[in-house]
């Protein structure tokens, strides 16, 4: 299984400011995915990211608002941006691929977000 | 477009009684099921899939086409189940999953 690690971990936010969360694997994966966790609510995807191309958002989410790096095949990050209380959540990265098995995805540690 | 569906929020039941957690999918081909376990304080995590026909920690599901259905089951609970647990479907190799809602099952003692 991979090894996947989130920066920050939790972190508290201004509306209006913008919140970059960073992760990073311990091996080359094929796959990354950003997911959404809100209170009380199960895991939303919000984009696949790709390496070198663009990032594929799902339905209601857009780049100007979720912008996602995908430098290499081991990181990653996701902005989070102009910040309201409603983005407040938990935001997962997760990977497949990892060690030749394409079936399973493997998650991070989540980050929290609270934004005020 | 897919769904899954788990109806219970919340389930609770006493150590060594028989669990049941219930999960139905929507989705007109051939999918790939999974149960995904979050425990307190701890990284979602896969439990088994429908494809491996495994037992993890004592838990089986088995996938019912008919029914489209892929309940996770034990026969005997213990209170270190006490978790959250996902349902997910994934309709082709290599892409997204879906997640239901979530069960939240306690193990009383």
């Known amino acids: 299984s991979a090894v996947i690690s989130q920066k920050p971990s939790r972190d508290i936010c201004q509306r209006g400011t913008s919140l970059t969360i960073q992760c990073q694997v311990d091996?080359?994966?094929?796959?990354m995915f950003w997911y959404r966790q809100q209170p009380g609510q199960s895991l939303t995807l919000i984009a696949t990211?790709?390496?070198?191309?663009?990032?594929?958002?799902e339905s209601g989410f857009v780049i100007d608002k979720f912008p996602i790096s995908r430098p290499n095949l081991t990181f990653s990050t996701l902005t989070v941006s102009n910040m309201s209380p409603e983005d407040s959540s938990i935001y997962l990265c997760s990977v497949t691929n990892a060690g030749g098995n394409t079936d399973t995805q493997y998650f991070g540690p989540g980050t929290r977000l609270t934004v005020l | 477009a897919q769904r899954v569906t788990q109806p219970e929020k919340l389930l609770s039941v006493f150590k060594g009684a028989p669990v049941e957690l219930k999960c139905n999918y929507s989705y007109s081909g051939s999918p790939e099921l999974f149960w995904y376990v979050q425990y307190s304080r701890q990284r979602l995590q896969l439990l088994l899939r429908?494809?491996s026909r495994e037992s993890i920690k004592g838990f089986t599901a088995d996938l019912n086409k008919g029914e489209t259905s892929f309940h996770l089951k034990k026969p005997f609970a213990q209170e270190e189940d006490s978790a959250m647990y996902y349902c997910?479907?994934?309709?082709?190799?290599?892409?997204?999953?879906?997640f239901g809602e979530g069960t939240q099952l306690t193990v009383n003692p």
């Open positions: 429908h494809i």
């Open positions: 091996s080359q994966v094929t796959m």
């Open positions: 997910a479907l994934k309709v082709t190799s290599g892409s997204r999953l879906t």
């Open positions: 990211a790709n390496q070198g191309s663009e990032a594929t958002y």
